[in-house]
């Protein structure tokens, strides 16, 4: 099989990378990014793109399955204007040249409370996002809601210190469904919902995904 993925420097996609490069159902990664990566493997391909010219880089995206998880912080952005090119636009742009290529499975990491008619502006563009991607119609589509994610060596300051105030929480036995989502767990659970072999839709939230990881 041949994935393709788009937000492979982030933390969920080096741990994607990292699995998919040691699963031998797979004899082929290509990855979408801005910059090279620092991985010498034989079954990664690196395509360094420019994402604001999707023209010249469509005809690349095919392969089996698309695995799409890339995203920013408004403050990394710097404007909601930057972070909806990068949370939208760039992931709208992969999701249907994939399409295009006749790519036929594809693997959303999207958020929890995505709702199009959100009044919060983030959950309302990943909501907007999950519209414009059923409508490419997939034969196998999958989205992943999950809440607050455990990056490894994270400097989100905020969210380090909220991950740990859920996981106390959690040892309280409270929000026991919501509690920090590592990475590598998301990562998994993935590529589990890729080796499924029947074509439909699913919408995997919060805990569920750590069950779904464990398939």
Same mark, same amino acid.
């Given at each position: 099989m041949k994935a393709l993925i788009i937000g492979a420097t982030g933390a969920t996609g080096k741990d994607l990378v990292k699995l998919l490069l040691n699963d031998p159902e797979y004899s082929e990664v290509s990855v979408f990014v801005r910059k090279p990566l620092d991985i010498n493997n034989s079954k990664l391909t690196v395509n360094v793109v420019d994402f604001d010219a999707p023209e010249k880089w469509q005809k690349l995206a095919q392969g089996d399955v698309a695995f799409s998880c890339l995203g920013t912080t408004l403050k990394a952005a710097g404007s909601k204007d930057a972070q909806w090119k990068v949370d939208?636009?760039?992931?709208?742009? =992969?999701?249907?040249?994939?399409?295009?290529?006749?790519?036929?499975?594809?693997?959303?990491?999207?958020?929890?409370?995505?709702?199009?008619?959100?009044?919060?502006?983030y959950s309302r563009m990943k909501g907007e996002l999950e519209e414009k991607i059923?409508?490419?119609? =997939?034969p196998k589509l999958t989205f992943f809601q999950p809440g607050m994610l455990e990056r490894k060596d994270s400097d989100r300051t905020g969210e380090v210190l909220g991950a740990k105030v859920l996981k106390f929480a959690n040892s309280l036995g409270l929000?026991?469904?919501?509690?920090?989502?590592?990475?590598?767990?998301?990562?998994?659970?993935?590529?589990?919902?890729?080796?499924?072999?029947?074509?439909?839709?699913?919408?995997?939230?919060?805990?569920?995904?750590f069950s779904f990881a464990a398939k």
């Open positions: 939208f636009d760039y992931q709208y742009n =992969f999701a249907k040249a994939a399409h295009e290529n006749g790519v036929e499975d594809f693997v959303l990491v999207s958020a929890y409370g995505a709702n199009p008619r959100s009044k919060i502006f059923k409508a490419l119609e =997939f929000f026991k469904s919501q509690k920090p989502l590592p990475t590598h767990v998301l990562a998994q659970a993935m590529i589990n919902a890729a080796k499924i072999k029947s074509k439909s839709f699913s919408e995997i939230k919060l805990g569920n995904i």
